[in-house]
């Protein structure tokens, strides 16, 4: 079965500063991997996406993401973060459930990011 | 148009009471998901549906019932409820229900009292 670890529960940075999320993944194939955003209370936002082909990915308001195989990471990035960053980040891999053709995600446990003026 | 609507934003119900919560998608998204969110946790798929059948169900108690009326609309029936069941309910959609990007609603937060 697949998993994801998020081992940062809280990470605190200054804007303007760099950003780093970690993500590692465990499946047994290729995986699809995903990064998400969420407001409080609100709903998730996908951020960027990784299926194949090259493992930098661009996605939405500055961010990437480099998928490692060897190091089964998928980490997140941002070269300066804003104060509207602050939010919610889970990472989380896509699977066939259970011998079936349907997939689903399976999130990480979140990382709460605080920016500080 | 990428927009999951889900209404109504907030439920408060008796556990006695009977309720329903409703998604829309006019993405042509041919897969439908309802996801429970815990606080401070991440969502946990409940059901998915694709082409208006139900196609996955996670082992969810009978007090919750999906139904997929047509391919843009998915509603999740509440009955008899409990304090446990509290969570952020979100819907999603996908082109299909194979590996692919999901598009998330801004869920419903509901309180069963």
């Known amino acids: 079965a697949q998993s994801v670890t998020q081992p940062d529960i809280h990470i605190t940075v200054s804007e303007g500063a760099s950003l780093e999320l970690r993500c590692n993944y465990s499946?047994?194939?290729?995986?699809?991997l995903f990064w998400y955003v969420q407001s409080p209370g609100q709903g998730l936002q996908l951020l960027l996406k990784y299926f194949s082909g090259d493992t930098l990915v661009q996605g939405i308001k500055g961010f990437e993401a480099e998928f490692k195989r060897s190091q089964s990471s998928f980490n997140l990035r941002k070269p300066s973060v804003h104060w509207s960053d602050a939010a919610e980040y889970f990472c989380a891999v896509g699977a066939y459930a259970g011998g079936t053709s349907y997939g689903k995600l399976t999130f990480g446990q979140g990382t709460i990011l605080t920016v500080h003026p | 148009d990428t927009e999951v609507t889900q209404t109504p934003k907030h439920l408060v119900m008796g556990m006695t009471n009977k309720k329903s919560l409703k998604c829309e998608q006019h993405m042509g998204h041919r897969a439908m998901y309802w996801y429970k969110q815990k606080a401070k946790k991440p969502p946990e798929l409940m059901f998915v549906?694709?082409?208006?059948?139900?196609?996955i169900n996670e082992s969810v108690p009978s007090r919750f019932s999906p139904e997929c009326p047509n391919s843009s609309l998915l509603n999740l029936h509440l009955h008899a409820l409990q304090p446990e069941d509290s969570a952020l309910y979100l819907c999603?959609?996908?082109?299909?229900?194979?590996?692919?990007?999901?598009?998330f609603g801004q869920g419903t937060r509901l309180t069963v009292v």
């Open positions: 999603a959609s996908s082109p299909t229900a194979r590996v692919t990007e999901a598009f």
């Open positions: 549906y694709s082409y208006e059948k139900l196609s």
């Open positions: 499946y047994g194939a290729t995986p699809y």
